[in-house]
Nanobody, 115 residues
């Protein structure tokens, strides 16, 4: 079992920044890819960014150049630095990983960007 706990969401004006964090606990050994997804009201959950244990990253086109994903393997944490935020970034952001063929999700953290 893996538990994921997010923090760092909130309300920010357009153009501002937020940093999300996700702490993993439990059976964290051999976790490879960790990532962030988001779900806006009335929309499907979408991938935002992923990072492997080796540091390889991938981003959705909509956030490239504005968001940066990073991780601390020793602390089992993953972060999402979000800059130049836009109102369309408003969503609940979820931390995700998989382990032993099972997917794990955090409880989600709300990010609201006002125009």
């Amino acid at each position: 079992q893996v538990q994921l706990v997010e923090s760092g969401g909130g309300l920010v004006q357009a153009g501002g920044s937020l940093r999300l964090s996700c702490a993993a606990s439990g059976s964290t050994f051999s976790i490879n890819v960790m990532g962030w997804y988001r779900q806006a009201p009335g929309k499907q959950r979408e991938l935002v960014a992923t990072i492997s244990s080796g540091g390889n990253t991938a981003y959705a086109d909509s956030v490239k150049g504005r968001f940066t994903i990073s991780r601390d393997n020793a602390k089992n944490t993953v972060h999402l630095q979000m800059n130049s935020l836009k109102p369309e970034d408003t969503a609940v952001y979820y931390c995700h990983t998989s382990h032993s063929l099972k997917a794990y999700w955090g409880q989600g953290t709300q990010v609201t960007v006002s125009s």
